[in-house]
């Protein structure tokens, strides 16, 4: 297997030629699922005749099965619901994502009846009306079996307007080998990062010190808020109504994430047009010591056909500055149903398959991504695969959203571009008053 997930650059590699990924097959076997519509022995054609028909649009994930091999196991492994999966672009295509999601779930016509969305989005749609409240499928007790904070960030107005699907955040990727050659631990501030990378450059073991995402895209605003609130700082005001981002805290992480280009030099100026995948390919190429990204690179990491570093990267929570604490973004994608779908049933059994145990543990196994459900935590098979989750469990857990307000879309896009302005210019204050400006006027009006 390669790549884990497809982010702007989907790898080359065994997933895509097929020559290593399981079957339908396995991910039927692993779910437990493959009795389903072939133990009914019904012909194909006439249990389709008889099927409720349904869309599912997403983002396009991918690793060693693709959403399409995952919707297709669900296809086979019943008899009474048939979903045709809808793909939209990478989640590092965030805004064209969204855009896309806008564009159907606007026109109220139904289609597609179930989606997926960024965590991120679930206030706006829910707040627009899009978005099915879950709560009488999904009850209480239903709720309790996933993270707290998951089922928070999928409630709006008290309302479940969305599903748990899995879990994202921010964490650091080392290298083992060529931390222990200099003597050194992984770093826990940002200091002892900077230190280590730059005596590991100049031993000319590696080209670069630490890899980041500086594109003018959704994932600055994620490295955007691991730096400030590694400060103590935040985007917003603690009551949401302000911008916080030119305040000192904010001021000093945006001139670290500049100084790691301009000063200490730990970090190519490339990163200013990377997003996870070109930021991820020079890492598992062996060429720095460091790497800010989310989960699905461990996979690629440990695959000998895409990686030269296997077996030699270890994952911490990321760095903080002195006084601060560790701070990772919260992401992932969480289902949703179409408030205006004509086939609530069929959706919601869809939804019960996709976020059980069973499928959840394949999503973590095939695709890299991290469960919402605690016990899938716990399962033997991604304790062995994927060590790091279990072990990263409360940085998951204790992750720091983004901005949770119906006006995420525009607040993101003015963060983008003044955090952009900043760390090409370097006029780091002026740069963040204008961009706070910008979002006052957002969020108050
Ligand atoms: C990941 C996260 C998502 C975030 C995106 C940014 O896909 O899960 O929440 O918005 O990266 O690129």
């Known amino acids: 297997m390669s790549d884990v997930l497809s982010r702007s650059t989907p790898a080359v590699g065994a997933s895509q030629s097929g020559s290593t990924a399981p079957s339908r097959r396995t991910f039927l076997q692993g779910a437990g699922l493959a009795a389903g519509a072939l133990a009914l022995g019904l012909p194909k054609r006439a249990r389709a005749a008889e099927r409720t028909e349904i ?15 995952v919707v297709d196991a669900y296809n086979q492994s019943q008899g009474k619901i048939h979903v045709t999966y809808v793909e939209l672009p990478p989640p590092s295509s965030s805004t064209e994502v969204h855009t896309a999601l806008v564009q159907q779930l ?24 899009w978005a099915l409240p879950l709560d009488e499928y999904f009850n209480a007790s239903v709720q309790s079996q996933f993270f707290p904070g998951l089922v928070a960030a999928c409630t709006y107005n008290n309302k479940l307007t969305a599903l748990p699907w899995y879990v994202d955040s921010g964490m650091l990727f080392y290298r083992k080998d060529l931390l222990e050659g200099i003597g050194a631990k992984p770093p826990q501030t940002w200091d002892e990062l900077t230190a280590a990378a730059q005596e590991i450059q100049k031993s000319g073991k590696a080209d670069f010190g630490y890899l980041w ?23 917003l005001t603690p009551d949401g109504k302000s911008s916080a981002l030119s305040d000192d805290k ?37 060429r720095a010591p460091f790497l800010r990204n989310w989960s699905y690179v461990y996979a690629i990491a440990q695959d ?10 270890g ?53 890299g991504i991290a469960p919402t459900r605690p016990e899938v935590f716990e399962d033997a098979q991604l304790g062995k695969e994927q060590p790091f989750m279990k072990q990263l469990k409360s940085v998951f857990t204790g992750a720091t959203p983004r901005p949770v307000t119906p006006k995420y879309a525009q607040v993101t896009l003015a963060i983008q571009s003044g955090v952009s302005k900043a760390l090409v210019s370097g006029n780091i204050k ?7 400006a910008k979002i006052n006027a957002i969020v108050a009006g």
């Open 213 to 235: 995402q500086g594109k003018q895209a959704e994932v600055l605003v994620c490295d955007l808020v691991e730096a400030i609130a590694s400060n103590g700082g935040s985007i």
């Open 430 to 436: 002026a740069e963040l008053e204008a961009a706070s």
């Open 304 to 313: 000998k056909a895409a990686s030269s570093v296997v077996d030699k990267v």
């Open 106 to 129: 606007a026109r109220r016509t139904g289609t597609p009846d179930v989606f997926t969305q960024d965590v991120v989005w679930i206030a706006e749609f829910a707040g627009a009306g």
């Open 315 to 367: 994952v911490v929570p990321l760095p903080h500055f002195a006084g601060g604490k560790s701070a990772a973004c919260l992401g992932g994608y969480q289902y949703g149903v179409n408030a205006n779908t004509k086939n609530r049933e069929a959706a919601i059994e869809f939804l019960t398959w996709m976020s059980s145990p069973a499928t959840q543990l394949q999503f973590a196994l095939q695709l």
């Open 55 to 69: 869309t599912f649009a997403s983002a396009k994930f991918f690793g060693k099965q693709t959403m399409a091999q």
């Open 250 to 286: 904010a001021v000093a992480a945006v001139q670290f994430l500049y100084d790691t280009i301009n000063k200490t030099k730990i970090s190519p100026s490339d990163v200013l047009s990377w997003d996870e995948e070109p930021s991820r390919q020079p890492f598992t190429a062996g």
